[in-house]
């Protein structure tokens, strides 16, 4: 070993150090299969509060609660419907959130003074170990400042916050975007937030569709804190639809075209976002892939990372 990579090894965070970090109020950044993840001890107000503070976050935007295993989920939901079971089952360790009514034991600035708690067990083997190391749930947004692209490598974090956080490095996301939030709380279920696991994907596990009288017109209802700009890149970035693509002047600007497949296009999307965002572009101009259900979870970022082609 030469003595830049031992240094660079000696120096990275270990996952016991991470959880003793948490243990003393700190932040950790840490890798799911969605995103990069900022996470606090779930149970702690004060170590929850540094969360909101450094990424400029809105406190009536919730934070999603990360757990090691059904058991402890159970443990932070004041109730744990048959729904839930069969969807914790069917997608756990995976990328879907599931929103119940809190237990008292959740502090009410974790869910923006809510009654409810998004929980969720990530499917990355270092979260999973972090989890089982902390021994608690952890309260965790993505790891970039409010409204930015969120980040999918631990380089990305360090962009973000530099030395304010350590970050525990388990490489790049495999998902890329973030979980699928779907709502238990009230009657039936809604998907709140598209993500990869789709609405057709949970109504067939649960043999129910979604409730859409209590979902409105739109079968797609707003988590709370989900803002119309969001995930953004700092280059103005304008979206299009396939047949408006002639006329779009591409000096100083580039196309980005949606030749993959929905889950390659997912796992590079912000990356890309983040190397183009380096690039003085004037302009980048995005495609918007199929209005599909295997496309839909990357419209919606898509749609929120960009504005309207100028008439
Ligand atoms: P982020 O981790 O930055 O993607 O943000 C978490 C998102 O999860 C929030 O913006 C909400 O959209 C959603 N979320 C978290 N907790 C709840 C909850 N109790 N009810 C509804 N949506 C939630
Ligand atoms: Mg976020």
Redesign the pocket.
């Known amino acids: 070993m030469s003595d830049l990579t031992r240094s660079a090894s000696q120096s990275a965070l270990s996952v016991a150090e991470a959880a003793e970090r948490l243990r003393g109020g700190d932040l950790v950044g840490f890798p799911t299969e ?2 990069y ?1 900022l996470a606090a001890d779930a149970t702690s107000c004060d170590a929850v509060a540094k969360i909101f503070a450094l ?1 400029g ?1 809105p406190a009536t ?5 990360h757990v090691s295993d059904i058991a402890t989920a159970r443990r932070y939901a004041a109730d744990w419907p048959a729904a839930a079971e069969t969807l914790a089952n069917a997608f756990w360790p995976g990328p879907l ?1 599931i ?2 009514p ?1 237990a008292n034991s959740i502090p009410s600035i ?3 003074g ?1 009654a ?3 929980l969720r067990v990530p499917a990355h083997p270092v979260a999973l170990e972090l989890l089982k190391a902390f021994d608690g749930p952890l309260a ?3 790891a ?1 400042r409010s409204n930015h692209v ?1 980040p999918t490598t631990a380089a990305h974090v360090r962009e973000e916050f530099g030395a304010a956080v350590a970050v525990l490095d388990g490489g790049p996301c495999s998902v890329g975007i ?2 699928t ?1 779907v ?1 238990l ?1 009230g009657k039936g279920w809604r998907v ?2 598209p993500g990869g696991i789709t609405a057709e994907a949970i109504a067939k596990v649960l043999n129910s569709t979604m409730d859409v009288a209590a979902a409105g017109a739109t079968d797609i209802l ?6 119309e700009v969001h995930y953004a890149p700092r280059t103005p970035a304008f979206r299009f639809e396939a047949h408006e693509r002639l006329g779009i002047d591409l000096v100083d600007a580039v196309v980005l075209e949606p030749t993959l497949d929905p889950s390659t296009y997912a796992r590079n999307l912000y990356a890309r976002l983040r190397m183009l965002d380096t690039q003085g572009l004037r302009a980048i101009y995005i495609e918007l892939p199929p209005d599909t259900a295997a496309w839909r979870a990357i419209r919606d970022r898509l749609m929120r990372a960009t504005r309207p082609m100028p008439k």
Do not use: F, H
């Not at 707003?222 to 803002?227: C, V």
């Open positions: 969605t995103v993840g990424k976050r935007n919730p934070l999603i609660v959130t929103v119940l809190k974790v869910t923006a809510g409810t708690v998004g965790a947004p993505s970039n969120s973030e979980s939030v709502d709380s709140l937030r707003r988590s709370p804190g989900q803002l």
